[in-house]
Structure formats: structure tokens, C-alpha cells
């Protein structure tokens, strides 16, 4: 089975632009969340998205937005994008329909840079 | 409210001596644990989980961790370090009446090993 897949795997904008990054879980999983990793914060929750609705949401400004399409694939949105949100945006997709008794799978992420 | 604390940001071992990776947990409600390995530029693999049925939990690449109620602890061992087993270690938790995935990371170690 294919892993959990981003598109792109590295991103430059500048500030004040927006950005969409993609994700397509594993076949078969439903859930997908997004986690915003950087050295000074370590990972972090934004959203997870099941049945195309977003079921959990982290603490993160509106600026942060998420979709999830009827084949479960995702897509984050970043607007107006400031310097601190250079990043590494990981994706992991559970199988089931919840309950965390199942593990996440992660994909590589996609390195977001904003200068 | 879930919470993970990671001792140590970086641990150093000699190559054939015993990793000792330690995490804590808060948590209001019995929790499920995991240890996750991220390698530069990947995403995180899932090494073990905890979802209370053994509290020894055995996982790949010869790594373990147990369990520790009273201590509200879930150290991750491996009685001999491998080159290969040089990374990020990310302890997470999650709460099983949370209807979602929602994982809270601990900042994670770096682990080397000297050969």
C-alpha cells in the first residue's frame, strides 16, 4: 500500500501571500490531520478532517484552513502568510473512523519557507 | 487537559549501549501513548503504542517501553543502540474519549550514538 503523500515537499512565498499544500492518505483511511512542526514550538495540532468535515481544531488563527474531499484527500490553506509560519506541515491519515486508539501515519511533509 | 513532557532534548549513547529515552504524561483519563521516530527530512514512523491492554509494549527495531501508571511515565528502551538508530524521538498522547485524533508531541529527543 502507498504511504500518506504531500504535494509539494518544499515551498517558497512571501509574506502576505496565501498557500494551499495537498495530502492524500493511505487507501482506505478517512481521517486526515494536519500538524505544524518548528523548532521553537515542536508539532503541533491544526485540524483533522473526517468525512469531509473537520472534526478537531487546534489552536491556530483563522488564517489556517482546511478541506477534505470525497475521496479523503486533503488540502490545508495558509493566507496571508507571515514569517513564522515557515514550517515543516505534516499530514497522517488513520484508518478507522476514530478513536485515537489508532495510530497516525505520517507523510514527509512539505517544507514551507516564508521570506 | 493531555500533555507530554520529553526529558533530555538530547541523549547521547555509545553504539551498543542502552537508550534510555524518557517521557511523562498528564492526563485527566487513562491515555494511549505512543513513541514515533522522525529521521531529517522524513515524516514520523510510529514505533509503539499503549492502548492499555500490556503495559510492556514491544515495537520495531528491537525498542520497547513500559507503561508506568503510578509514575504516569511511557520510557522508551532498546538494550543496544545502532548507528541506524540515530533521530528524533517524539512521545505523544492522546485521550480515548476524545471522538477524534487529536495527538499532543512531546519537544522531542535527539539521539546519537557514538560509534
Known amino acids: 500500500k502507498a504511504g500518506v503523500t504531500q504535494t509539494p515537499r518544499y515551498l517558497i512565498k512571501t509574506r502576505g501571500q496565501q498557500v494551499t499544500l495537498s495530502c492524500s492518505p493511505i487507501?482506505?483511511?478517512?481521517?486526515v490531520s494536519w500538524y505544524q512542526q518548528t523548532p521553537g514550538q515542536g508539532l503541533q495540532f491544526l485540524f483533522e478532517y473526517f468525512s469531509e468535515t473537520q472534526r478537531n481544531k487546534g489552536n491556530f488563527p483563522g488564517r489556517f484552513s482546511g478541506r477534505q474531499f470525497s475521496n479523503s484527500r486533503s488540502e490545508m490553506n495558509v493566507s496571508t502568510l507571515e514569517l513564522g509560519d515557515s514550517a515543516l506541515y505534516l499530514c497522517?491519515?488513520?484508518?478507522?473512523?476514530?478513536?485515537?486508539?489508532?495510530?497516525?501515519?505520517f507523510g514527509p511533509g512539505t517544507r514551507l519557507t516564508v521570506t | 487537559a493531555q500533555s507530554v513532557t520529553q526529558l533530555g532534548s538530547h541523549v547521547s549513547v555509545s553504539e551498543g549501549a542502552l537508550v534510555l529515552l524518557r517521557c511523562n504524561y498528564s492526563?485527566?483519563?487513562?491515555?494511549?501513548l505512543f513513541w514515533y521516530v522522525q529521521y531529517p527530512n522524513q515524516g514520523l514512523q510510529l514505533l509503539l503504542k499503549?492502548?492499555?491492554?500490556?503495559?510492556l509494549v514491544k515495537g520495531i527495531n528491537g525498542f520497547e517501553a513500559e507503561f508506568k501508571k503510578s509514575e504516569t511515565s511511557f520510557h522508551l528502551t532498546k538494550p543496544s543502540a545502532h548507528m541506524s538508530d540515530a533521530a528524533e524521538y517524539f512521545c505523544?498522547?492522546?485521550?480515548?474519549?476524545?471522538?477524534?485524533?487529536?495527538?499532543?508531541f512531546g519537544t522531542g529527543t535527539s539521539l546519537t550514538v557514538i560509534p
Open positions: 499503549y492502548t492499555s491492554a500490556a503495559t
Open positions: 487507501s482506505g483511511h478517512r481521517s
Open positions: 505523544a498522547v492522546s485521550d480515548p474519549s476524545n471522538t477524534g485524533n487529536q495527538f499532543y
Open positions: 497522517a491519515s488513520s484508518p478507522l473512523a476514530g478513536g485515537p486508539t489508532y495510530e497516525q501515519y
Open positions: 492526563s485527566s483519563v487513562p491515555p494511549y
